[in-house]
């Protein structure tokens, strides 16, 4: 369990490689659960530590993230959130968010971003006095969601609001994707020292069968090739032309999708 300023997150791994996160407010135990694709080690969690559940945050539709929807709303009675402009993809769904909108959760306030280009429709959380984002599948540790609906430019411009964030931002995604995502990251830039250092870690971290989320956001902007579209130096280190952002953000979404 992650403590924060004014959330305790809870970690859970299930499937091949998702993460669902449980959240608790510390002043008024009133808790969310993000993306629950299934239900069983959610309701063991809950059940075990004598909590209810009161909101589902869902960030888009797929069905790993919003499997779990319907028996957890009949169970607990639970309000389920999802994007406004998603609503009839999003099962159960209670609460209507839009970019710039805020929901509370006890005593802790999180904002609404509008994260388009892995899926139509996806949003992220942001617990601002926590520093910590729910993103689901549009930024991982080294990498960033397929585009499986939207297109080069919808997906740089909500990187560029996730880049934004502070950068000491804790960034919990919504798989395990990094030791993947690094030997990608690697055969671009295989003498980055940084880099390398990064990938000890997490080698180590997954021997143990550690979590390498959540990530830090100033470490992603520093390594993390989607992050780099508008970065000369970078697209000069990799052999690419330095074009718009949208079209750099491209070209190293294909070299990935084909790698």
Same mark, same amino acid.
């Given at each position: 369990?992650?403590?924060?300023?004014?959330?305790?997150?809870?970690? $859970?791994?299930?499937?091949?490689?998702?993460?669902?996160?449980?959240?608790? #407010?510390?002043?008024?135990?009133? /808790?969310?659960?993000?993306?629950?694709?299934?239900?069983?080690? !959610? $309701?063991?969690?809950?059940?075990? =530590?004598?909590?209810?559940?009161?909101?589902?945050?869902? /960030?888009?539709?797929?069905?790993?993230?919003?499997?779990?929807?319907?028996?957890? =709303?009949?169970?607990?009675?639970?309000? !389920? !959130?999802?994007?406004?402009?998603?609503? #009839?993809?999003?099962?159960?769904?209670?609460?209507?968010?839009? *970019?710039?909108?805020?929901? &509370?959760?006890?005593?802790? !306030?999180?904002?609404?971003?509008?994260?388009?280009?892995? /899926?139509?429709?996806?949003? &992220?959380?942001?617990?601002?006095? #926590?520093?910590?984002?729910?993103?689901?599948?549009?930024?991982?540790?080294?990498?960033?969601?397929?585009?499986?609906?939207?297109?080069?430019?919808?997906?740089?411009?909500?990187?560029?609001?996730?880049?934004?964030?502070? @950068?000491?931002?804790?960034?919990?995604?919504?798989?395990?994707?990094? *030791?993947?995502? &690094?030997?990608?990251?690697?055969?671009?830039?295989? #003498? @980055?020292?940084?880099?390398? =250092?990064?990938?000890? *870690?997490?080698?180590?971290?997954?021997?143990?069968?550690?979590?390498?989320?959540?990530?830090?956001?100033?470490?992603?902007?520093?390594?993390?090739?989607?992050?780099?579209? @508008?970065?000369?130096?970078?697209?000069?280190?990799?052999?690419?032309?330095?074009?718009?952002? &949208?079209?750099?953000?491209?070209?190293?979404?294909?070299?990935? @999708?084909?790698?």
């Amino acid at each position: 369990m992650y403590a924060l300023n004014m959330i305790y997150i809870e970690q $859970i791994p299930v499937m091949n490689d998702n993460y669902i996160y449980i959240l608790v #407010d510390k002043s008024t135990n009133q /808790t969310a659960c993000v993306d629950p694709g299934v239900t069983s080690e !959610v $309701i063991n969690y809950l059940d075990n =530590k004598n909590l209810g559940l009161n909101f589902i945050l869902n /960030t888009h539709h797929h069905a790993d993230h919003i499997g779990g929807n319907i028996t957890l =709303k009949k169970r607990y009675g639970c309000k !389920v !959130v999802g994007n406004k402009n998603d609503a #009839d993809r999003i099962p159960g769904i209670d609460i209507f968010m839009e *970019e710039g909108d805020q929901l &509370s959760i006890g005593n802790s !306030v999180c904002s609404i971003l509008e994260v388009s280009g892995h /899926t139509n429709g996806h949003i &992220s959380y942001f617990f601002e006095k #926590d520093f910590a984002l729910f993103c689901g599948d549009t930024l991982f540790s080294l990498g960033c969601g397929r585009l499986f609906e939207g297109t080069p430019s919808q997906m740089v411009r909500s990187l560029k609001k996730i880049r934004s964030l502070p @950068d000491d931002t804790k960034i919990y995604c919504a798989h395990e994707y990094t *030791e993947a995502n &690094s030997r990608f990251a690697n055969y671009l830039t295989p #003498d @980055d020292s940084l880099l390398k =250092k990064k990938i000890i *870690e997490i080698k180590e971290k997954r021997s143990r069968n550690i979590p390498t989320i959540p990530t830090i956001l100033s470490e992603e902007k520093k390594l993390n090739p989607f992050l780099r579209f @508008d970065d000369k130096s970078y697209l000069d280190s990799i052999g690419m032309d330095f074009m718009s952002s &949208s079209v750099n953000f491209g070209r190293i979404r294909k070299l990935k @999708d084909q790698f």
